[in-house]
């Protein structure tokens, strides 16, 4: 995603100061900034500022206008204690059955699982309004209405019957602007015949948020994803260290660029490589439930 999109939100929660929430990035780590990608060169501890190489000269960043770290499979990092490390293990070598580079696999806990479930059950839902909405055009039911002498009909100039106008009223709804009821009557104005979608994604979006704080709480994610977002690495090293780190991972998520597939394999059932997608040892797809993601 764009990085103008979250810039003034990062600022704002991190007040550009290292916090306990905010992981320490090691010199050598490549980066995604709001200015590019670059590759930290050194850390300035009475400053509090990372010097950041970048395409075009170098930078004195402060924590907050670094997004994220750029994996990098001859150069891995992972997270310990609050900083990130070099991988100094197994997680990232091939040797074994392995899976292709176009894929990736992680084995996550069950709120994780539950909030990419959620998250991608929106994702589709979102993708499928827009082009329900850019395909038809929104009928007002009340220009049918007859409006007795005298009175006129009342119309709110700002009501867009369209997707933008549908995810502005979505955002009044959250931001508890705008009742359910309103919202859904201006789901019948826009398509008739999704209704039933469109009225029910405030509720979508509440549990996608729920989902998501539990994940937080958890506090498992980050630690997970360092040991598992390279491609072409063995799964079973890839799992063994998942349940080092968190006992209930029994949650296979894999990725093979358009679609995600997911399988329930608890910490007692071998990881049996014939028939899983993308392996070296075997082309054929596994029984999994399969999402499309739309590209998000």
Known sequence: ?????????????????????????????????????????????????????????????????????????????????????????????TEGPYLGSNYQVMFSTRRIYLFLRLHLQLCNMLAELRDVCDGSVAVDPATTYVVPPGEERRRDLSERLDFSGMIAALKSVIMKKCDLKAFETLARKISKDHVHVIASLPKLVEKCSDALFSVAKEDALFY????????????????????????????????????????????????NFDGMAGSNSNSNKPEAVEVEPNGN
Not at 37 to 66: H, M
Not at 82 to 93: F, H, L, Q
Not at 228 to 233: A, F, G
């Open 1 to 93: 995603y764009p990085a103008h999109w979250v810039m003034d939100e990062i600022r704002q929660s991190f007040s550009g100061r290292l916090s306990h929430s905010v992981v320490k990035f090691a010199v050598g780590q490549k980066v995604k900034t709001i200015y590019g990608d670059g590759t930290i060169t050194l850390f300035v501890e009475s400053k509090g500022r990372y010097r950041v190489k970048l395409p075009y000269g170098t930078a004195f960043l402060a924590p907050a206008a670094i997004l994220h770290s750029i994996p990098s499979k001859d150069t891995p990092f992972i997270r310990r204690d609050g900083t990130m490390v070099r991988d100094t293990e197994e997680s990232t070598k």
């Open 224 to 271: 997970l994803y360092d040991y598992c977002q390279y491609t072409e690495v063995n799964p079973a090293i890839a799992r063994d260290h998942c349940f080092s780190m968190a006992p209930g991972a029994d949650f296979r998520v894999q990725f093979d660029g358009k679609s995600t597939s997911f399988s329930h394999l608890p910490k007692g059932i071998p990881l």
